[in-house]
């Protein structure tokens, strides 16, 4: 894909290069506020709209839909990019974190890319892939340049209790859309020697994640995008391991656990091939220290990097990967397993916080189940009256979202053991 947008770019570039003439006008690619800027500054909200309005009438393949309102009235919105409706679905999350902005303008130009592109190898991607953007999924934190929502509600916390309606709208969207693959983009500060790549990326660690899908991540990680960012010249890493700057050896381990409640360990526990990236926001050298904009411009273009990659991985791993998420969703039904209520793939779970015999399911109050229908049904957990069965597709986020022992649990529903 690399050839790909570099060859939509020229393009672009022409076509900018044209503006005055009429006739070329609605063919010419527009261009974010950032690419407008030089990397200057961030694309502004008004520019986006404007961005993704001249996408939606100018291409067949995007439509642009709202899928929620912040609290202060600004839309959360989804891009969906595709020739034909697919089967293989890919998810952008782009800047949960408002003060994150590298994530959303490397998802904006993408999505201006893709809706242009007119080669055969891109057409042929999107006829397979359906891709799907959430380009600001914190409208309100990326106005005010604040890592949470107006609320001051970190959105990245609220994957399991749905409090947020930026958490409640990117909860319908995986709910509806069951994507194969959740990306989400994110920004470190770096702590040098010891935690300063370019580029930190992430797999799901929470143990519910079944093996496949959890497998199918890592090799995102290991065998894509960290190779296609190392050719674009990035270096890379795991996010939140402090690493020897010597050996390369782990030092200590400061982020990234396997708690459910962030999506990157939500896509796992949802049967998606889940991928956390985070660019580095300090300055990499001197030259950037001196220019802004330069150091805009590389926390973007590693970015772009490892999207490539991403779509690399999204080509050559099609089948299997679906494979893997169709054949996760029906576990549920059978499975008789433990659920892990704590823990990760790097930190086995103590005793108690292994549920080793789960109930059939749990039996609310009636006053439990008012208090929680609306994110059972966002989430797409399935009850009967107010009785919640384990067997089911998301058979883990039962307990999860039930059981005292699950640490974020909304309510403490009786376990029904009688099975
Ligand atoms: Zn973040």
Redesign the pocket.
């Known amino acids: 894909m690399t050839r790909i947008r570099t060859l939509t770019l020229t393009v672009a570039a022409l076509a900018a290069s044209l503006v005055a003439v009429p006739a070329q006008a609605a063919e010419t690619p527009p261009r974010t506020g950032f690419e407008e800027s030089g990397g200057a500054r961030w694309t502004s909200q008004p520019e986006e709209q404007r961005l993704l309005a001249a996408v939606d009438r100018a291409s067949d393949r995007v439509s642009v839909a709202r899928i929620g309102t912040t609290k202060q009235d600004r839309p959360v919105q989804l891009v969906r990019i595709g020739e034909r409706p697919a089967q293989n679905k890919v998810l952008l999350i782009c800047s ?2 408002g003060d ?1 902005p590298s994530g959303r303008d490397a998802c904006l130009s993408t999505i201006r890319d893709l809706a242009y592109a007119k080669d055969r190898q891109t057409r042929r991607f999107l006829e397979r892939t359906t891709l799907l953007v959430v380009p600001t999924a914190n409208p309100d934190g990326r106005a005010a340049n604040t ?1 949470g929502n107006s609320d001051g509600v970190d959105i ?1 916390r609220d994957h399991l209790a749905l409090q947020t309606a930026e958490g409640r709208a990117m909860a319908a969207v995986i709910r509806d859309q069951r994507p194969d693959v959740i990306y989400d983009l ?3 500060g770096a702590t040098p020697p010891y935690y300063d790549k370019d580029l930190f990326d992430l797999w799901p660690r929470n143990l519910n994640t079944d093996d496949a899908v959890h497998d199918a991540a890592q090799t995102l990680s290991e065998s894509y995008v960290r190779p296609a960012a190392a050719d674009a010249g990035h270096s890379t890493g795991t996010y939140g391991i402090w690493t020897d700057p010597e050996t390369g050896e782990p030092i200590k381990q400061v982020a990234g656990d396997g708690q459910e409640r962030i999506l990157r360990n939500m896509s796992g526990v949802k049967h998606s091939v889940g991928l956390l990236i ?1 660019s580095r926001v300090d300055p990499l050298t001197e030259a950037e220290q001196a220019d802004e904009a330069l150091n805009n411009r590389r926390r973007v273009n590693s970015q772009l990097a490892a999207l490539d990659g991403l779509f690399d991985f999204t080509d050559a791993r099609r089948g299997q990967v679906e494979t893997a998420t169709g054949l996760a969703r029906l576990t549920g039904y059978t499975d008789t397993g433990p659920v892990y209520v704590g823990g990760a793939d790097n930190d086995p779970a103590e005793p108690a916080e292994v549920i080793q015999d789960p109930p059939c399911g749990y039996r609310l109050t009636d006053d439990q189940y008012a208090q929680v229908k609306d994110e059972l049904a966002l989430h797409g957990v399935r009850s009967h009256g107010t009785y919640v069965p384990l067997r089911q597709s998301l058979r883990a986020l039962v307990p999860l979202l039930l059981d005292e022992r699950a640490p974020y649990h909304l309510t403490a529903a009786e376990p029904d053991t009688g099975c």
Do not use: P
Request: hydrophobic share 0%; charged share 45%; no cysteine.
């Open positions: 949960q974190h994150e890592r990245n994110h920004e470190y985070e």
